[in-house]
């Protein structure tokens, strides 16, 4: 079945840099988009960037351009995503998903049916 495990979180001061890690496996991830979402306290769950399985680009959220990146290693079953420059306001729990599409990518929660289980990042000083 499919599986997305995240790893990778943790406690950061302002302007410090983690990289997340999504592990994939009961699929082929090179026919699935990938998205990270997160999810602060109190507030709904936002798409932040994705990937593509097709042509299309990775696709960043406003507040994630220029300092996130996503990438993915499909014969290591692995999508990443590079946080730096991060801010307190960044603070969430972090998920990856996957929907098995080949046109571009979205950021929109209803348009994925799997996810993991979430990876903590906290910004703080």
């Known amino acids: 079945q499919v599986q997305l495990v995240e790893s990778g979180g943790g406690l950061v001061q302002p302007g410090g840099s983690l990289r997340l890690s999504c592990a994939t496996s009961?699929?082929?991830?090179?026919?699935?988009?990938i998205a990270w979402f997160r999810q602060a306290p109190g507030k709904e769950r936002e798409g932040v960037s994705c990937?593509?399985?097709?042509?299309?680009?990775?696709n960043y959220a406003h507040s994630a351009k220029g300092r996130f990146t996503i990438f993915r290693e499909n014969d290591k079953n692995r999508v990443y995503l590079q946080v730096s420059s991060l801010k307190p306001e960044d603070t969430a729990i972090y998920y990856c998903?996957?929907?098995?599409?080949?046109?571009?990518?979205?950021?929109?929660?209803?348009?994925?049916?799997?996810w993991g289980q979430g990876t903590q990042v906290a910004v703080s000083s």
């Open positions: 009961g699929f082929t991830l090179s026919h699935y988009a």
């Open positions: 998903a996957a929907e098995p599409v080949n046109f571009k990518c979205s950021l929109k929660v209803d348009d994925y049916d799997y």
């Open positions: 990937t593509s399985s097709g042509g299309g680009g990775p």
